[in-house]
C-alpha cells in the first residue's frame, strides 16, 4: 500500500513538475502578454490558468498511475500516448507565451487535443476511472483551444 501511495505521489509531482518547467522556460511575465492580446468572449482572468492547470496535472498524475498499476499489456502504449499529450501541453506556454506565436501555440494546441482523445480512447480499454479523471482536462483543453484560436484570429484582424 505504501509503495502505491508513493508511486501515486511520483506521478502526481513529476505532471506537475512538467506544467513547472513549462511555465518557467515561457519567460515568466505571462500576465502582461495576457493583457495585451484581443481576447476572445467569455477569456477568464488571467489568475484562473494556473489554478486550474494545478488541479488538472494532478488528476492527469494520478489517472496515469491508475494505468501504470494496471496489469494490462496495453498500458505502454497508453502511457506512451500520455507522455506525448503531455509533452504537447508542455509545448504550447513556451510557443504561446515564449516565442509569442500565435499560430504555432494554435498548432500545439490542436496536436495536444488529437493526443489527449487517443489517450482517453487507450486509457478507456484499461480503466475506466483514469478517463474520467481525465474528463475536465479535455473540457478545458477544448476551452483553451477556443481561446487560443480566438485569440490568433482576433489579433491577426486587428493588425
Not at 506537475?16 to 518547467?21: D, I, N, R, S, T
Not at 515564449?98 to 487535443?113: E, F, H, P, Q, W
Amino acid at each position: 500500500m505504501k509503495q502505491k501511495i508513493t508511486n501515486a505521489l511520483l506521478f502526481i509531482v513529476g505532471t506537475e513538475l512538467v506544467g513547472v518547467l513549462s511555465s518557467i522556460l515561457s519567460g515568466g511575465n505571462f500576465s502582461a502578454f495576457y493583457q495585451s492580446l484581443n481576447r476572445p468572449p467569455l477569456s477568464p482572468p488571467g489568475w484562473l490558468f494556473p489554478v486550474m492547470w494545478t488541479i488538472l496535472y494532478a488528476l492527469m498524475g494520478y489517472s496515469a498511475h491508475l494505468i501504470y498499476e494496471s496489469d494490462s499489456f496495453r498500458k505502454k502504449g497508453a502511457l506512451i500516448l500520455y507522455d506525448a499529450q503531455l509533452f504537447a501541453n508542455f509545448l504550447w506556454s513556451p510557443v504561446f507565451f515564449g516565442l509569442k506565436s500565435l499560430g504555432g501555440a494554435t498548432v500545439v494546441i490542436l496536436v495536444m487535443l488529437v493526443l489527449i482523445i487517443a489517450m482517453l480512447v487507450r486509457f478507456w480499454g484499461i480503466r475506466r476511472l483514469a478517463v474520467y479523471l481525465n474528463l475536465p482536462y479535455l473540457v478545458w483543453s477544448l476551452y483553451a483551444a477556443y481561446l487560443t484560436i480566438g485569440v490568433l484570429v482576433l489579433n491577426q484582424a486587428s493588425k
